[in-house]
């Protein structure tokens, strides 16, 4: 039986190769997933538990432009699951508004049933408005949204795990709706976000794990509403695993991974040779970077010290490239076990 925990995530967000800093060098489009499928087995060869994608259309804003390449989730994790055997797999995190619950719930077992029992359904309200507004899906308000996707989990939760839902809500109907086949009856539910009344509340009651999105900064305060969430769902906050997503920019050469920083804050819009020093610490916030020991300890102080359990990590400017990922597994599997 596959563990269900996630302790050692890495994400793929970026599909600008061969240097995801330099997007007019972009290399051929039939080199996209090769790299993608290259990572996700070094990840799996290398400590890590969970290989995530994100769920997403376009290119998001602080990664780069709208226009960059975005391969679908679900077509890549399928595919990902025949070019490995034994990570887990998942987005991080499907955003609700796209896709109706019950369809997901199909989805996400589906990708269970081909993985041989690796999916993860992790989701989240669906914040990008230019998406929503170019592609055609609703975008709503900010309450639309988490009505949303609460009504959302009243499907999918049951439908993952034999239940068969009966719901006539705002936003979404199911009526005695059917989920076959299922390889198991308790597929994980990860909740990502860093709202601390209506995401954690919501991961107080349905979820396995909360993927908890925020500054680095903020952890303390984070930590705080969810034990307050938890309480009040009457649930004992130990049995909710938490992760953090962290940017990391590392390489053995520490000025290296200092220099690549820059790069990748200069394309996102911020020059650091003129920010000041309240402002770059603002902007690197979610940012760990340096040696591996350099990162491990940023990752121990900041992060693992605030009360989260595990890591997920992405390495966006270098991580396509040959080792990098076999580097941060041996680093986190260290500081995790």
Request: net charge negative.
């Amino acid at each position: 039986m596959v563990d269900k925990r996630i302790r050692i995530g890495y994400q793929i967000p970026n599909f600008t190769y061969p240097d995801p800093l330099a997007p007019e060098n972009a290399g051929p489009v039939a080199d996209i997933f090769p790299t993608v499928a290259a990572q996700a087995r070094e990840a799996e060869r290398s400590g890590f538990d969970t290989v995530f994608v994100m769920d997403h259309f376009y290119q998001l804003p602080g990664l780069g432009a709208p226009s960059e390449p975005m391969l679908e989730a679900y077509t890549t994790l399928g595919a990902l699951s025949g070019a490995t055997s034994e990570i887990k797999l998942s987005a991080l995190v499907t955003g609700n508004t796209y896709r109706n619950p019950a369809m997901l719930a199909k989805t996400v077992t589906t990708l269970d049933v081909v993985s041989g029992g690796r999916a993860v359904c992790a989701i989240g309200a669906g914040w990008f408005q230019l998406e929503h507004d170019q592609m055609g899906f609703e975008f709503g308000t900010f309450t639309d949204r988490f009505e949303r996707l609460s009504e959302s989990l009243e499907i999918l939760s049951p439908m993952l795990r034999g239940g068969r839902p009966e719901l006539t809500g705002k936003w979404y109907s199911a009526h005695d709706t059917l989920n076959q086949p299922r390889l198991r009856d308790d597929l994980p539910i990860m909740l990502g976000g860093g709202g601390e009344k209506k995401t954690f509340g919501l991961a107080a009651r349905y979820a396995d794990h909360l993927n908890v999105i925020c500054n680095a900064s903020e952890l303390p305060r984070k930590m705080d509403a969810l034990a307050a969430r938890c309480e009040e769902a009457g649930r004992d906050r130990d049995t909710l695993e938490t992760s953090f997503l962290s940017f990391v920019i590392m390489d053995v050469d520490g000025d290296r991974a200092r220099s690549l920083a820059h790069d990748y804050l200069r394309k996102t819009g911020v020059d650091p040779e003129v920010i000041d020093d309240e402002t770059y610490s603002r902007a690197t916030d979610r940012m760990f970077i340096g040696t591996p020991d350099d990162v491990a300890d940023q990752l121990q102080r900041r992060v693992l010290d605030q009360g989260i359990d595990g890591l997920v990590i992405n390495m966006v400017p270098n991580g396509h490239l040959p080792g990098k990922v076999a580097e941060a597994g041996a680093m986190l599997t260290a500081l995790l076990n």
